[in-house]
């Protein structure tokens, strides 16, 4: 897998970054604080995400305001822009997390959408919203597939898992 770019807003240290044409071997250098632990610790919070959920992502680093940035408004969100091999098309995941009425972490919004080809817009295969959106539905044996398959409505058991785990 190829990362092309990552967008971070409000994540720790990270009040609104984009990195963009990431080489194969990027080394991260500077001063204590500017965030070089954080840039890799992203990685690590979607990883937790993935396996557990998000509030238990968010606990293990000491809770949304912990991990929120300072003195900002807005959600903790991330776009990743990869490919999954040399030619292959390119994907997009965002995620965009927050508190919900009550004060509980949440999914506000997760998409991932892949480019079909060189032209047109990306097709998206999740599109979600509290829990609850829309999927590509069955197995794709390939990227080609994508324009056959179609979407049907689900519901997550809670808007603090990620769609894409699915």
């Not at 919070?45 to 929120?68: I, P, Q, W």
């Not at 490919?83 to 919900?100: M, N, V």
């Not at 829990?131 to 056959?148: C, H």
Request: net charge positive; glycine share 10%.
């Amino acid at each position: 897998m190829k990362i092309e770019s990552l967008k971070i807003r409000n994540y720790k240290v990270f009040r609104n970054v984009e990195i963009r044409d990431i080489p194969n071997l990027a080394v991260f250098l500077g001063k204590n604080g500017t965030g070089k632990s954080t840039f890799f610790d992203i990685f690590g919070f979607l990883h937790d995400c993935l396996n557990s959920n998000v509030r238990t992502a968010l606990m293990k680093r000491g809770g949304y305001k912990e991990v929120v940035s300072r003195e900002q408004t807005g959600d903790i969100e991330f776009a990743v822009q990869f490919r999954p091999a040399d030619g292959e098309p390119l994907i997009t995941y965002e995620i965009s997390i927050g508190l919900d009425e009550t004060g509980r972490a949440v999914v506000k919004k997760e998409t991932l959408r892949l480019r079909r080809g060189q032209k047109g817009s990306p097709w998206k295969v999740l599109d979600f919203s509290m829990g609850e959106g829309i999927a590509a539905k069955g197995k794709l044996s390939s990227y080609e597939d994508v324009s056959l398959a179609t979407r049907e409505r689900q519901k997550l058991d809670s808007p603090d898992i990620l769609a894409i785990k699915g």
